[in-house]
């Protein structure tokens, strides 16, 4: 978080609560001063009370962004009825202070607008729910977000985790570091691989000769290549502004990936890391200015056909890649679905994140769309989804989840959960 606005937050949260408080505990003190404490003791006293309510709210949304900008608001209708109890020639230098008390308000509020940003999330459909089992895995460190998921031939899965990540802030990532863990099946787990901080371990995607890609978003994004032993390497940086989100490899063994930010799907030759821009289009791109949800966010292939979710949207889009490595028009499979990443069973139905919503989504080839499971099965912030079958050739679909990273911030704890879809 910013140093000087959370010096803001604070010293704001003492004036008001000081203020309102001292005011309550000894009127007597502005009665002398013949304030409006004595002809409107009514409006005195809820506005005091309001001043403390206000400060103890912005010192809480000091320590939870998500809150941060309702305490702004209710700081600000604090501090303007604070001006209309001192009247008078002799409290001019009051007003002028609770003015630029007001002032505080308005900078914090543009500083930290998460909570507005979250009351703007594109709506969600609602949608049927059918039964599946959800089983918890494990709950990692609090402040721990899980991102990726993918699954070695041996079973292993492959998870991509952060910590100090902070959704108020439009770098969310400056202070992230990030990891590939490798969690074998009898459980144990071991980190493979470390971003340099301030960049995030996105999602992952194994390649036919067994090679981890990942992408990595930061004032830098790369595009990595991690072995199964840890040796890594980049393969490619992409221009500035841009947000590698879901990654896949595509039948013609390239590199795509879903660019957040930017509404481009990036295509990368793992040879040279050459780049290439094969889709630009509006339809992946989010709100500007308002969207706390991403653009294009998960990418996945099913035989020639890639399917792209795009989060601000809530569309789930399908291109068909020819025999020339060029992506066709997009069509829509489905909408009202503000999709993260997602996995695709062999029968072609997609099983859908949905991140801050926290539900579980499947779509059919016909569009068709069920829900699957939210928060009452413990899916809450899911993030990407792996189809692996276990020992009785049953498909178990493992989701990872942030526990709640964008309400919760760093008290947060990610989630490794299985699911068992009809």
């Known amino acids: 978080m910013n140093t000087f606005i959370f010096s803001l937050q604070i010293l704001l949260g003492m004036v008001l609560v000081l203020t309102g408080g001292g005011s309550l505990l000894s009127p007597q003190l502005l009665r002398r001063n013949k ?70 308000c308005l900078i914090i509020a543009v500083a930290q607008p998460l909570g507005l940003k979250v009351l703007l999330l594109p709506h969600a459909d609602e949608l049927e729910k059918i039964s599946a089992r959800v089983e918890i895995i494990k709950t990692y460190d609090e402040g721990q977000s899980l991102e990726g998921i993918a699954s070695g031939i041996d079973g292993t899965l492959y998870i991509t985790a952060n910590r100090n990540i902070d959704f108020s802030n439009p770098k969310y990532y400056q202070n992230a570091e990030g990891e590939l863990i490798a969690r074998s099946p009898d459980g144990t787990e071991k980190i493979l691989f470390k971003t340099p901080k301030g960049q995030t371990a996105g999602v992952i995607s194994f390649a036919k000769n067994g090679v981890l890609y990942m992408s990595s978003h930061g004032d830098e994004s790369t595009i990595w290549q991690i072995s199964t032993n ?13 947000w590698p989100n879901g990654i896949d490899i595509g039948p ?4 795509y990936s879903a660019d957040s930010n930017l ?7 793992p040879q040279n890391g050459k780049i290439n821009k094969v889709v630009e289009n509006e339809a992946l791109k989010a709100r500007p200015y308002i969207a706390l949800a991403p653009g294009a966010n998960g990418l996945e292939f099913l035989g020639n056909h890639l399917y792209v979710t795009v989060s601000d949207k809530t569309t789930v889009l399908k291109f068909e890649l020819d025999g020339t490595g060029k992506l066709g028009e997009a069509t829509e499979l489905a909408k009202g679905i503000p999709g993260d990443d997602f996995a695709i069973r062999k029968d072609g139905a997609l099983f ?13 080839p016909n569009g068709e769309r069920k829900l699957i499971a939210d928060e009452k099965d413990q899916m809450i912030g ?30 947060a704890k990610g989630q490794l959960l299985a699911v068992y879809p009809d």
């Open 382 to 411: 899911a993030t990407d989804a792996e189809f692996v079958s276990n020992a009785l050739d049953q498909a178990v679909l493992y989701i990872v989840t942030d526990g709640g990273a964008f309400t919760a911030g760093s008290k």
């Open 352 to 364: 859908i994140t949905t991140h801050p919503y926290n539900t579980l989504v499947r779509v059919l």
């Open 35 to 104: 304030s409006e404490a004595t002809q409107r003791p009514k409006f005195f006293k809820t506005t005091q009370l309001i001043s403390v309510f206000a400060g103890l709210l912005t010192f809480t949304g000091a320590m939870v962004p998500f809150l941060a900008f309702f305490a702004s608001l209710l700081s600000l209708l604090a501090t303007f009825l604070q001006t209309r109890i001192f009247k008078g020639a002799e409290f001019t230098s009051q007003r002028i202070a609770f003015i630029c008390l007001s002032l505080i």
């Open 263 to 269: 509404g481009i799907i990036w295509q990368i030759d």
């Open 230 to 242: 840890g040796n890594s390497k980049p393969v490619a940086k992409l221009p500035e502004g841009a």
């Open 252 to 255: 013609d063994n390239k590199i």
